[in-house]
């Protein structure tokens, strides 16, 4: 486990954000994917591309590799990602890719996960009881208020000390409760899908 990062923010660690933009599941086969570098919660860097399937099976790897490839790897310190599910019913598989970058990996989302509604709505992809064990096995779900006044989000993560994750959350959340890499990810995605 890592217990170093909430020392290192004020140092400015190297965090990557990742997002997706919107897609229509009846027309888009593929779905461009947005990683934000940033140093700390203040300084931004570059960013990172790519695309996966919709409803596909290779978010993870396809991951990785942006992340290998990037002038950033060396330097990345973690990866945080809007949710475990990504471009429909892909997945991030935040154990794989924690095993295969060493990087750990902290999903954070606004709305707590309804597994009984994920369960049942899986079932229309192909392998859907493999990627519902990924899902529901990507750890505990934890309840964490990421900034005063604010409503708390919810948190799957490998790689942390548990007693470091809000003190790290805090540290990287500028407006509103969505730590900044991941809230400027998103911005992005969806700018790039209003521009074309």
């Not at 990087?103 to 192909?126: H, M, W, Y």
Request: with cysteine.
């Amino acid at each position: 486990m890592v217990k170093v990062l909430t020392q290192q923010i004020k140092k400015g660690v190297k965090i990557l954000g990742i997002a997706c933009s919107s897609f229509n599941r009846l027309e888009d086969k593929f779905v461009p994917i947005y990683g934000v570098v940033y140093r700390g919660a203040s300084l931004f860097e570059g960013v990172l591309k790519t695309s996966i399937e919709v409803d596909g099976e290779d978010a993870t790897e396809k991951i990785q590799a942006m992340i290998e490839q990037s002038t950033h790897s060396k330097q990345l310190k973690l990866i945080m990602t809007r949710g475990i599910t990504i471009a429909g019913f892909n997945y991030i598989d935040i154990k794989k890719l924690y095993e295969k970058t060493g990087l750990p990996v902290l999903s954070v989302v606004d709305r707590k996960p309804n597994f009984e509604k994920i369960r049942s709505a899986i079932k229309n992809v192909t392998n859907w009881e493999e990627r519902y064990q990924v899902i529901t096995n990507s750890g505990l779900i934890r309840e964490i208020q990421s900034a005063e006044g604010e409503e708390p989000v919810f948190i799957q993560s490998i790689g942390f000390e548990d007693d470091e994750i809000a003190t790290f959350l805090t540290k990287v959340t500028v407006v509103g409760r969505i730590p900044e890499p991941i809230r400027v990810a998103r911005l992005i995605a969806l700018a790039k899908e209003e521009n074309g």
